[in-house]
Structure formats: C-alpha cells, structure tokens
C-alpha cells in the first residue's frame, strides 16, 4: 500500500506527502483523494477485523494469497528495473541493510521466542510465529515513511525491493535454521508461497513497467490504490487475530505475546538506529535503516500461514507486532524529521 517513484513526467505532480498523481485523468483525483484518507480506511479495516474476528479469518484468511500478489505486483509496476539498479546506492549498504533485516531480526526473534515460549511457557505456535515474522522483508509503505522522516528514499526504495525479491530464497533457511526445533514446516512449500506471491508479481510488474514506462506512469496513482485496496483486507485479519487470541487465551499468555512482540520491535529500533551510526553513514540513512529492520511485511507472514495449513496463532506476533509498527511509524517519522532540522 504504497505509491514510489524515483521518475518524474511533464505531466505528473506530487502532493504534499509525496503522492505522484497525473493531471491528465481526471479519475486519477478522485483515486487520490481517497489514497490521502488512507488512515482513515486503515483504522476502519482494523476495527472491523476486532468486531468481527470470525468472520474476517473465516473469509479472508484464505484469499491472503491473492491480496498479498495484488499489493506487490501494484509495487512492481510503479519502478523499472532500470531505476532500480541505477538508483545510486552504494551496494555495500544495500548488503549490511539487507543482512540485519534477515538475519538480525531473525536473530532477535529467535531468542525472544526461546525466552517467552519455550524457557517461559511451552508454545510452539506462537514461538513459530515469532521468528517467522521477523524473517520477513520489509513493509511495503517503508519508502513513504522514509520520505517523511527526511531520508534517503533511493536507498529504501532499492532495499526494500531487494528485500521482496530475495525472501523466497532467504527466508526459508532462516526459519529452518531458527525455528525447525519447534515445529515441522513445508519449507518448499513456503519457498513456493513467496516465489509466487511475493518475487513473482513483483518482478513481472516491474518488467511491465520497464516495457512501457512513460504509458505505465500515467497509471500510477491508480496502482496505488489496488496497492492500498490490497492491504486493508489483511490490516482487518491482524485485528481479528488480536481480538481472537485475547479472548481465548489466559492473562499470563496474553502478557507473554504482547511483551516479547514490543521487545521485538523495540530492539529492531534500537538496532535499526545504532547500525548508521556506527558505521558513520549519512543522516539519511538512518530512516531508512530504522524503517527497514523494525518494519516487517505482515502481510506476507500471513500469506505464509495461509498457504502452507499453519495454525492461526501462528500469526498472532505478526499482528500484535503489525499493531505496533502501524503506530510507531508516524511518530517516528516526525521525531526523526524534527532531529534533521534541529539546529546544531
């Protein structure tokens, strides 16, 4: 659900949120002004899957798949792979971005999960689901707030697409070698999920684009909205999955679940913060390696669990995580944009 360029057309404008948006068809601003009340129809999707948890897993678990190739082929019709690969970015970034969100969040997810549900409490589902989920790639608004925050938007655009390519092929080892102790998954199964879900509409979105791209251009804002339209069926189930698992479960699993997914999320800040620094990388960057390590695509953890016959509770960290990083993301964005422009 997100609208990413690194192109501009006599014929395109951009609103005040980074939005690209043709002036020549007319339905382009009414798709617009429907895409600037995103949050809104975020909020809504999420209070429906928490009324109505029942019916949102019954009815739209099982259609994940397809939402899920809807939000990346949309993705990969709105960058070339010229511009792709022409963005800038030194690849020696793209590398350490791409290894801390595999592997060190895998890492961190792995021992959160031995410590909450294997030492603590013995819950092979929901240790699954933790480090399934932090071996995921990134979120697909991740450039948006990137932009936001004030950083380097060709370098989250490169890696968040790298990130989308490579997981058919990265994630599977990761949670074969971090979670096979807990449970027996299909890992070709999974491998075929994400070659045909993730890598695939991506790839063939982008190849679309690289064949016409001036015409494609033009249809920009409306791939956004597919994007968008995609991923609010999934924002539902996150709520449904919340709201199912705190009314079955008893207070301490609840508490185990809720404190091992913000510690999750919290140490993915705290890493995704230090690494540029560290390393002496530019202001600009450090948005891009926060939003990359601590932002995971839910949407695909859920994809995962849908199309390989996973227990629902599977997901369960992935939606209380998914929670969580829907509403850090604004709020980091602005604390990050105040530090840049905060006088030395």
Same mark, same amino acid.
């Given at each position: 659900?997100?609208?990413?360029?690194?192109?501009?057309?006599?014929?395109?404008?951009?609103?005040?949120?980074?939005?690209?948006?043709?002036?020549?068809?007319?339905?382009?601003?009414?798709?617009?002004?429907?895409?600037?009340?995103?949050? @809104?129809?975020?909020?809504? *999707?999420?209070?429906?899957?928490?009324? !109505?948890?029942?019916?949102?897993?019954?009815?739209?678990?099982?259609?994940?798949?397809?939402?899920? =190739?809807?939000?990346?082929?949309?993705?990969?019709?709105?960058?070339?792979?010229?511009?792709?690969?022409?963005?800038?970015?030194?690849? *020696?970034?793209?590398?350490?971005?791409?290894?801390?969100?595999?592997?060190? *969040?895998?890492?961190?997810?792995?021992?959160?999960?031995?410590?909450?549900?294997?030492?603590?409490?013995?819950?092979?589902?929901?240790?699954?689901?933790?480090?399934?989920?932090?071996?995921?790639?990134?979120?697909?608004?991740?450039?948006? @707030?990137?932009?936001?925050?004030?950083?380097?938007?060709?370098?989250?655009?490169?890696?968040?697409?790298?990130?989308?390519?490579?997981?058919? !092929?990265?994630?599977?080892?990761?949670?074969?070698?971090?979670?096979?102790?807990?449970?027996?998954?299909?890992?070709?199964?999974?491998?075929?999920?994400?070659?045909?879900?993730?890598?695939?509409?991506?790839?063939?979105?982008?190849?679309?684009?690289?064949?016409?791209?001036?015409?494609?251009?033009?249809?920009?804002?409306?791939?956004?909205?597919?994007?968008?339209?995609?991923?609010?069926?999934?924002?539902?189930?996150?709520?449904?999955?919340?709201?199912?698992?705190?009314?079955?479960?008893?207070?301490?699993?609840?508490?185990?679940?809720?404190?091992?997914?913000?510690?999750? !999320?919290?140490?993915?800040?705290? =890493?995704?913060?230090?690494?540029?620094?560290?390393?002496? @990388?530019?202001?600009?960057? =450090?948005?891009? *390696?926060?939003?990359?390590?601590?932002?995971?695509?839910?949407?695909?953890?859920?994809?995962?669990?849908?199309?390989?016959?996973?227990?629902?509770?599977?997901?369960?960290?992935?939606?209380?995580?998914?929670?969580?990083?829907?509403?850090?993301?604004?709020?980091?964005?602005? @604390?990050?944009?105040?530090?840049?422009?905060?006088?030395?």
């Amino acid at each position: 659900m997100v609208a990413y360029s690194i192109t501009r057309s006599k014929y395109c404008q951009f609103d005040a949120y980074g939005w690209r948006y043709d002036t020549h068809l007319s339905i382009t601003g009414y798709i617009r002004s429907v895409i600037s009340k995103a949050i @809104w129809l975020v909020l809504g *999707s999420l209070v429906i899957g928490i009324l !109505f948890p029942e019916a949102s897993l019954a009815y739209l678990l099982p259609l994940i798949p397809l939402f899920l =190739a809807g939000m990346m082929g949309s993705a990969g019709l709105m960058i070339t792979m010229r511009e792709l690969f022409r963005s800038g970015v030194k690849p *020696s970034k793209i590398s350490i971005m791409l290894s801390s969100q595999f592997v060190l *969040s895998t890492s961190i997810g792995f021992v959160l999960a031995l410590l909450f549900f294997n030492i603590m409490a013995d819950l092979p589902d929901l240790a699954l689901g933790q480090v399934l989920h932090g071996a995921m790639p990134s979120e697909q608004t991740t450039p948006v @707030w990137i932009k936001l925050a004030g950083g380097n938007t060709a370098l989250g655009i490169a890696t968040l697409m790298l990130s989308t390519i490579t997981s058919p !092929f990265v994630s599977p080892v990761m949670v074969l070698i971090f979670a096979g102790r807990w449970i027996e998954l299909d890992y070709v199964l999974m491998f075929e999920s994400l070659l045909l879900t993730v890598m695939l509409p991506v790839v063939v979105g982008s190849l679309i684009r690289s064949a016409r791209p001036q015409a494609i251009a033009r249809y920009d804002a409306v791939f956004s909205a597919i994007s968008l339209l995609s991923a609010l069926p999934t924002v539902a189930i996150v709520g449904a999955l919340a709201a199912s698992f705190l009314s079955i479960q008893p207070l301490h699993v609840l508490l185990l679940a809720l404190v091992a997914s913000m510690a999750h !999320f919290g140490a993915t800040l705290i =890493a995704g913060y230090a690494i540029p620094r560290i390393l002496r @990388w530019d202001a600009s960057d =450090a948005p891009v *390696s926060i939003y990359n390590l601590s932002m995971k695509e839910f949407t695909v953890t859920l994809g995962v669990i849908a199309t390989t016959g996973l227990s629902q509770e599977v997901g369960v960290p992935a939606a209380l995580y998914g929670i969580m990083h829907m509403a850090a993301a604004p709020i980091i964005a602005r @604390w990050l944009s105040g530090r840049r422009h905060e006088p030395c």
